[in-house]
T-cell receptor
């Protein structure tokens, strides 16, 4: 257990569905992240929140919409996804921004878009 | 395009020392170099972090030359349970900002 939980662990959705991924950290950290991990690509940073403010949006399509209501929770809202969006979505948190502090990762949500 | 480069895969045997090098030419000046380990169906897990020279903890050592354009993770006396994917993470410039950037990962297989 890393102190970062993600739900659901697995999700299958059609291209017209709307779903949300949830991340919760129990570590008192100030920064939270969403990463995408595809089979043939490295871990790709999607979004970064620091103290509930979005500080990085790494050229992610608008069909992915993040939400950080407080420092312990992070959501990723999904709508009209494409099959190439199928991947493992990882949430992470750190006390300070990555680069000066280690990140703690959740187990990920395995997303399949049909 | 700023990026990191590390070998795709490595093979070793139990008890041997394994060294994995990551190249990162455009690393940001003030940020650390971090290495993570990932097992199947799990998120990456922190191994070690350093800024320059050498850092050692209970599981690994990290060697960083003075120019910081590369780093080498050293795993002493590996065991079968060290079979995993190892990633370096550095902060690189991207589109006017600096973002944490993972390498593609090195798949290490430890044989009996």
């Amino acid at each position: 257990e890393t102190g970062v939980t993600q739900t659901p662990r697995h999700l299958v959705m059609g291209m017209t569905n709307k779903k949300s991924l949830k991340c919760e950290q129990h570590l008192g950290h100030n920064a939270m992240y969403w990463y995408k991990q595809s089979a043939k690509k490295p871990l790709e940073l999607m979004f970064v929140y620091s103290l509930e403010e979005r500080v990085e949006n790494n050229s992610v399509p608008s069909r992915f919409s993040p939400e950080c209501p407080n420092s312990s929770h992070l959501f990723l809202h999904l709508h009209t996804l494409q099959p190439e969006d199928s991947a493992l979505y990882l949430c992470a948190s750190s006390q300070l921004l990555a680069g000066v502090d280690e990140q703690y990762f959740g187990p990920g949500t395995r997303l399949t878009v049909t | 395009l700023a990026k990191t480069t590390q070998p795709i895969s490595m093979d070793s045997y139990e008890g041997q020392e394994v060294n994995i090098t990551c190249s990162h030419n455009n690393i940001a000046t003030n940020d650390y170099i971090t290495w993570y380990q990932q097992f199947p169906s799990q998120g990456p897990r922190f191994i070690i972090q350093g800024y320059k020279t050498k850092v050692t903890n209970e599981v690994a050592s990290l060697f960083i030359p003075a120019d910081r354009k590369s780093s080498t993770l050293s795993l002493p006396r590996v065991s079968l349970s060290d079979t995993a994917v190892y990633y370096c993470l550095v902060v690189l410039p991207s589109g006017g900002s600096y973002i944490p950037t993972f390498g593609r990962g090195t798949s290490l297989i430890v044989h009996p």
